[in-house]
Nanobody
Framework: QVQLVESGGGLVQAGDSLRLSCAAS????????MGWFRQAPGKEREFVAA????????SYADSVKGRFTISRNNAKNTLYLQMNSLKPEDTAVYYC???????????WGQGTQVTVSS
């Protein structure tokens, strides 16, 4: 059973950068479409970014477009989210997820907290 583990979260100031990582254990991610989601306190989980299995196609939420970059290294079995120009409204728990079949994102990590102070 593949497990996803996020890391790289923390407390930063507005305008700073962070890079989140999502490492897989117990299997490979290289054939899966992957994504990042986030959930702020009192809000529903929302889509942040996604990347195709090969890395050739990416998509972003409008709120992060131009500031965040999703990437992957299939040789290292790892997904990344580079976050630049962070804003207080980016504060949330960030989750990575994989689409292992046809039914949407069905494999999730435990999340990593990102807090951006003003």
């Amino acid at each position: 059973q593949v497990q996803l583990v996020e890391s790289g979260g923390g407390l930063v100031q507005a305008g700073d950068s962070l890079r989140l990582s999502c490492a897989a254990s117990g299997g490979t991610l290289r054939s899966y479409h992957m994504g990042w989601f986030r959930q702020a306190p009192g809000k529903e989980r929302e889509f942040v970014a996604a990347i195709s299995w090969s890395g050739s196609s990416t998509s972003y939420a409008d709120s992060v477009k131009g500031r965040f970059t999703i990437s992957r290294n299939n040789a290292k079995n790892t997904l990344y989210l580079q976050m630049n120009s962070l804003k207080p409204e980016d504060t949330a728990v960030y989750y990575c997820a994989a689409r292992t079949g046809l039914a949407g994102y069905d494999l999730w990590g435990q999340g990593t907290q990102v807090t951006v102070s003003s």
